[in-house]
């Protein structure tokens, strides 16, 4: 080994350990530590419970929020449909669902425009259009809401 591989190694090593060390104690510098609840067993030992610090939205999540929004402002989905359309565009399904459970929907008004966009189409039966939106992921309580808003 040439002295320049040596001290790659040893500077490669030496920058890993750092970064190391400042993940375990950044979070105490920046006053990110978890909170403890302490309990007292019969026995009498404290233990200790560590809350879980609030977890960051990785990039993938926050864009399939983003699409999941688009996709919203331009017609109606169900729950199911829409995490399938964000799985279509590339998206893991961790990544749809996560971001179609953060958005505030209401899978109820949603069931209602896609019920009323069908019939500016074309004519169905009640019965029709109640299958037709199950069959687009609406629950059977959420497909008898839009039936009944588009009749």
Avoid: C
Avoid at 48 to 58: C, D, I, L, V
Avoid at 75 to 83: A, G, K, N, P
Avoid at 135 to 141: A, D, K, L, S
């Amino acid at each position: 080994m040439t002295k320049h591989t040596q001290f790659t190694k040893k500077w490669s090593l030496s920058i890993g350990a750092s970064v190391v060390a400042l993940a375990v104690v950044a979070p105490v510098w920046s006053g990110a530590v978890a909170t403890a609840d302490v309990a007292v067993p019969s026995a009498g030992a404290p233990t200790f419970e560590f809350a879980s610090p609030a977890r960051e939205q990785t990039s993938s999540q926050r864009n399939a929020i983003q699409k999941a929004k688009s996709y919203l402002e331009l017609t109606s989905f169900s729950r199911t449909s829409l995490i399938a359309q964000l799985e279509y565009e590339g998206f893991s399904t961790a990544d749809s669902t996560f971001a179609v459970d953060s958005l505030d929907t209401d899978w109820n008004e949603q069931a209602a425009k896609k019920a009323k966009s069908y019939l500016e189409l074309t004519a169905f039966s009640r019965s029709g259009l109640l299958a037709q939106l199950k069959y687009e992921g609406f629950t059977q309580q959420q497909a008898e809401y839009g039936v009944n808003a588009a009749y």
